[in-house]
């Protein structure tokens, strides 16, 4: 697909990486030189140097044949006029970041309307969606639902003297009596989709899925605390912790809020009565002392500067804080994160590239079984999708032994009439159902492309 | 550095040149003219050559950086040419190895300067491939490799960068290996179309397609003793319009094909590069009036010199060492501003002879009116300072290389005159000169210091200065 994407800043970058990736021709707008220049070094893409909004910038970047712009500036005006233009030259998808607060669900749907986008999203909130879900179960580093909840994928450390530790995963049904599929292990740095015979090491990060009361009760029984987090601590008062915030008290939670700029603590404390604003340096110790950080049972570090928040979680962790979580921008420094033995690192540029790639993956496979939702998992090394399922002698239909799945994938779940089934070897997939697949190195776009 | 990507890939376009010759080696058996032995030789050596360097390089990453483009650029080229002698020696038609390597760097370079006393003598094999090294080397052979070989991502358009000549290069198409696709589908087309032409006019069919090769890649070897001269009007004309047409930005051919006419249109470069062909060629006409005596004559002559000159091929139809100082001049003016960026030729280029320009007007604004706020505005857009810097830099540098080629020159033992233009045409990647090695003569007489530093011209020259110059650096090597 031809894509144009306006505005190389983190999101945009972001973006374009993960569509590079995914072999899409990219045209890249962006009015510094500089940005264009480095752009177009790192990536094969093109580069246009000037504003997404002035029409002969997108007739440089062929707006008329692009099949998707995705534009990704600081203003959300120039996103939408950008988007408007492209729109009307002939861009068949107009995806459209919008994040000023000013814009309400209501008038973004009015505008969604009037100026004919396809999609418009907003980092921030996406984020706290996926803050939200992990403070839900706080045991796990990452948690992505599928189908209406009806089936979750759950990643979790194995740390020192952990249960898991040394088992075999065929034993695991018999041991715990429960009915989860490990269906992604990362050791080190490699990621394998393991068979019934792979033994568990500690240090390991293992993806789970099954159902969501199942997934608890495993959780319970192997020992791994499984509390929802009722006191947060966030530092860093952005957009961001403004819709976790909302999210948390809406659901009974207690917050505690830390914002260094004052104009800024007075904003949210308008805005979120119920929460409790801090003015004050959320990187400095005795700040977190004196509101208690020991007592609360998750911190959010989510400031705008990724080496204080690494800092903040390190500080957090070593006080014995349950859980932490660590917003970072940099991909770079979620590596660093990870290597300093942070559990829960949250890039939301890379929530918006997932999103992105998966609009664009059932774009191109509008008549097939195309993608319903997909998820990174792993650190980006893995893949987690769900289909649904239509009509393919390929893979409808056929037992599941009879099936000769490519290597490095696995079939997780198949969701049949709300009912999830674990599947086994003679289970069939059947039109109208969702298939859950796990793929490590494969891109997927059908669900016929995990036969080999 | 990425010291085995960089062998990987100078080793992927040694094996693309044994696929080279073997369109000489058709050619020879076709032929039967006995030189068929000498290519499969020289194949034999270039598989040999690039299959060790690919098998044994094994790079453990394929990122490449600026550095690595150059360092790749200037080590292909030289490869190139030193391979690419083999079949003149080997069929003793070139004796000595550095005349050969001359010759075989002079047709990669597409300069067309020739050390070959009696290029009537040349076998049909031997002749095509000389010829075919212009085509090759003209829109670049890395490019080539680019558009054809498997893997080819992102990161070469650092190598894009280092072999397409002018002061920044764009891609037509998101991808890279596209962009190269489509470069050297419109070259193909074009000198197809020139072929056509050329056999319309009654030229034969290998006279034809040699010519053409030399015209599409602005090299200037012809077959003939006296070059283009025994062909009839039409043919010279044809050529003459041929040679300006590669001398052309190949973007400009991409906008008219996807119907984007406007935009090529409203290119400058193009318009002050034709602006330059027409005002040259009448001065030269009205100069050499007298000694023709017909205008019609005239004109052809002195349209095909001035084209041939400016875009940098080094065809001729009349020994113009014999014409006024004002046509010789003037020539001599041209070769040094050449055609225009992103096409096959060389020279300082049109666009960075505009940027000069305006870039003087801007500082003599400033002078005046020292407060005053000053910008350069190119083809509808503001230029970078740092494209600016770069441009008079590279016109520093371009002087200075100059001058010190023509310093090792002045040891030979030719007068000023022959000295100062040999340098300015091979650097320039033209081919005759004045003087000593004018039209009528050639470079066989030179010492082998003056082949070699002449060569080095050609290859600097082609390869706008940087790859060869940075190699040579030794910071580029070190691991800092």
């Known amino acids: ?452 | 550095m990425n010291k085995r990507m960089v062998l990987h890939i100078i080793g992927q376009i040694v094996a693309l040149e044994a696929a080279l010759l073997a369109l000489p080696l058709i050619i020879s058996l076709i032929y039967g003219d006995g030189d068929a032995v000498c290519f499969l030789v020289t194949v034999a050596v270039a598989l040999a050559a690039g299959g060790a360097l690919i098998f044994f390089s094994r790079p453990k990453s394929r990122r490449i950086y600026a550095r690595e483009g150059f360092v790749t650029v200037a080590g292909a080229w030289i490869l190139l040419s030193a391979i690419g002698a083999l079949p003149f020696v080997i069929s003793g038609q070139i004796p000595s190895y550095i005349d050969a390597f001359f010759e075989t760097v002079s047709g990669f370079t597409t300069t067309g300067a020739s050390i070959l006393r009696d290029v009537g003598a040349l076998t049909h094999g031997i002749a095509f491939w000389r010829s075919f090294t212009h085509w090759s080397g003209g829109m670049g052979v890395l490019v080539l490799v680019m558009a054809i070989a498997p893997g080819a991502d992102g990161n070469f358009i650092h190598v894009m960068r280092a072999e397409v000549p002018g002061p920044s290069v764009g891609k037509l198409v998101p991808r890279v290996r596209e962009t190269a696709k489509i470069l050297y589908l419109i070259y193909i087309a074009m000198t197809a179309l020139e072929i056509l032409l050329l056999l319309a006019g009654g030229m034969p069919l290998f006279d034809s397609v040699v010519h053409a090769f030399g015209t599409a890649g602005t090299g200037g070897f012809g077959i003939r003793p006296d070059s283009i001269a025994g062909y009839n009007a039409y043919l010279q004309w044809v050529i003459t319009a041929f040679m300006m047409l590669f001398g052309v930005n190949f973007n400009l051919y991409y906008f008219l094909l996807t119907k984007r006419a406007g935009t090529a249109l409203k290119s400058r470069e193009l318009w002050v590069y034709f602006g330059i062909f027409f005002v040259s060629a009448g001065v030269i006409t009205a100069s050499i009036f007298p000694t023709y005596g017909s205008l019609g004559e005239a004109a052809r002559a002195a349209s095909f010199q001035t084209a041939s000159i400016m875009s940098t091929t080094g065809f001729t139809t009349a020994d113009y060492s014999l014409w006024s100082g004002t046509a010789k001049s003037i020539l001599l003016l041209l070769m040094f501003i050449g055609a225009c960026a992103g096409s096959t030729a060389g020279g300082i280029k049109v666009s960075r002879v505009i940027l000069l320009f305006k870039n003087i007007r801007a500082e003599l604004r400033k002078m005046l009116h020292p407060r005053s706020v000053t910008t350069v505005r190119f083809e509808g857009k503001s230029v970078s300072e740092r494209m600016l810097d770069g441009v008079k830099v590279y016109l520093a540098v371009y002087i200075l290389i100059f001058l010190i080629g023509f310093f090792i020159l002045s040891l030979d033992r030719f007068d000023f005159e022959t000295n100062f233009s040999a340098v300015a045409s091979c650097f320039n990647n033209i081919g005759p000169a004045f003087g000593a090695a004018g039209p009528a003569h050639n470079y066989a007489d030179f010492s082998v210091l003056s082949k070699l530093t002449l060569s080095a011209c050609m290859l600097l020259g082609r390869l706008e200065i940087y790859p060869l110059l940075l190699a040579l650096t030794p910071a580029t090597w070190t691991r800092k």
């Not at chain 1, 893409?45 to 000037?50: E, I, R, T």
């Not at chain 1, 450390?157 to 989860?180: D, F, M, Q, W």
């Not at chain 1, 928040?309 to 770079?332: D, E, H, M, Q, W």
């Not at chain 1, 191109?364 to 239509?390: C, H, I």
């Open chain 1, 1 to 452: 697909m031809k894509i144009i994407i306006v505005g190389c800043g983190k999101t945009g970058k972001a973006v374009l990486s993960s569509m590079a990736q995914e072999g899409h021709d990219i045209v890249a707008v962006d009015p510094s030189p500089e940005v264009i220049d480095e752009v177009t070094n790192r990536w094969d893409v093109m580069g246009v140097c000037g504003s997404g909004a002035d029409c002969d910038v997108l007739t440089e970047a062929q707006a008329g044949e692009a099949d998707m712009i995705v534009c990704a500036t600081r203003s959300d005006e120039v996103n939408m006029l950008a988007c408007f233009f492209a729109g009307r030259m002939g861009t068949k998808h107009t995806v459209c970041r919008v994040r000023d607060l000013e814009y309400t669900e209501h008038s973004l749907g009015f505008l969604k309307r009037e100026l004919g986008l396809s999609m418009t999203i907003n980092p921030e909130r996406m984020a706290a969606q996926e803050l939200f879900n992990i403070l839900k179960t706080p045991s796990a580093a990452k948690i992505e639902t599928f189908a209406r909840d009806n089936l979750e994928l759950v990643e979790i450390p194995l740390r020192e003297g952990s249960e898991l530790a040394g088992r075999k995963l065929s034993e695991l049904t018999a041991i715990y009596k429960t009915k989860v599929l490990v269906c992604a292990v990362r050791r080190g740095q490699e990621v394998v989709i393991p068979d019934g015979s792979f033994v568990l090491q500690s240090g390991d990060r293992i993806a789970i899925t099954a159902v969501p009361a199942e997934i608890g009760r495993f959780l319970r029984k192997v020992g791994v605390v499984q509390k929802r987090a009722h006191d947060v601590m966030i530092v860093g008062g952005g957009q961001m912790a403004y819709y976790l915030a909302k999210r948390l008290l809406a659901s009974g939670s207690s917050v505690k809020i830390i914002e260094k700029n004052e104009n800024g603590a007075k904003d949210l404390c308008d805005a979120l009565p119920a929460a409790v604003v801090i003015h004050g340096d959320g990187a400095r110790r005795e700040t977190l002392m004196e509101e208690g950080l020991e007592k609360q049972d998750a911190l959010v570090a989510m400031g705008g500067i990724d080496e204080e928040n690494i800092l903040v979680s390190i500080l957090a962790a070593g006080l014995g804080v349950p859980k932490v979580i660590t917003k970072i921008n940099r991909s770079y420094m979620a590596d660093v994160a990870d290597r300093l033995g942070l559990e829960s690192v949250v890039t939301p540029q890379n929530i918006v590239s997932d999103a992105l790639v998966q609009y664009a993956r059932a774009l191109q496979n509008s008549m097939g079984s195309n993608v319903e939702t997909l998820y990174k998992v792993m650190d980006g090394k893995a893949e987690a999708l769900e289909f649904n399922v239509r009509e393919n002698p390929r893979v409808t239909g056929v037992p599941l032994k009879e099936m000769k799945l490519k290597s490095n994938i696995l079939l997780a779940a198949i969701i049949r009439d709300r009912r999830t089934i674990i599947p086994g070897g003679d289970d069939v997939i059947l039109p109208g159902d969702k298939v859950v697949v796990i793929s490590a190195g494969n891109r997927l776009q059908d669900l016929a492309d995990i036969v080999g």
